[in-house]
């Protein structure tokens, strides 16, 4: 699983337009959301940090809400983004939430084992659980 890891306004211009993922690393505007989402209409989640999430205006979150992305709130840790515009979520963590799921655990216990680990933010991994299980 690739997460495409945006860290200005003006990337959003420049994304693919089959991104399915988005760390926003930016505090996002209504507007900019907006061009997210004509860029990407394929995008299914979007990731900010913390600070940033509790800044976003409810219009849009509504408009995620609406067009059916899910607003994650966390942070990359360790990633260098001179290295690699994606944060890569290995096959092999993928298939451990997986197994986690199929044995009985809950996704939000699985997030609380696994984010350091993976280091993603524990609503990442709750994210991946809840699209595992469906």
């Given at each position: 699983?690739?997460i495409r890891?945006?860290?200005?306004?003006?990337e959003?211009?420049?994304l693919?337009r089959?991104e399915?993922?988005?760390?926003?690393?930016?505090?996002?505007?209504?507007?900019?959301?907006?061009?997210?989402?004509?860029r990407?209409?394929?995008?299914k989640?979007?990731?900010?940090?913390?600070?940033?999430?509790?800044?976003?205006?409810?219009?849009?979150?509504?408009?995620?809400?609406?067009?059916?992305?899910?607003?994650?709130e966390?942070?990359?840790?360790?990633?260098?983004?001179?290295?690699?515009?994606?944060?890569?979520?290995?096959?092999?963590?993928?298939?451990?939430?997986?197994?986690?799921?199929?044995?009985g655990?809950?996704?939000?216990?699985?997030?609380e084992?696994?984010c350091?680990?993976?280091?993603?933010?524990?609503?990442?991994?709750?994210?991946?659980g809840?699209?595992?299980?469906?």
């Open positions: 699983m690739r890891v945006v860290s200005t306004k003006s959003i211009e420049r693919n089959d399915m993922f988005v760390h926003l690393a930016f505090r996002a505007s209504n507007a900019d959301i907006f061009r997210l989402l004509q990407c209409p394929q995008l989640a979007i990731q900010v940090p913390a600070s940033y999430y509790r800044t976003l205006s409810q219009a849009g979150k509504m408009f995620l809400q609406i067009h059916g992305v899910t607003l994650i966390g942070d990359v840790w360790g990633h260098r983004k001179d290295l690699s515009e994606y944060l890569i979520i290995e096959e092999q963590d993928l298939r451990r939430i997986s197994e986690l799921l199929s044995s655990m809950s996704p939000e216990d699985i997030a084992s696994l350091d680990d993976m280091k993603v933010s524990p609503g990442l991994v709750r994210f991946i809840e699209t595992r299980r469906s």
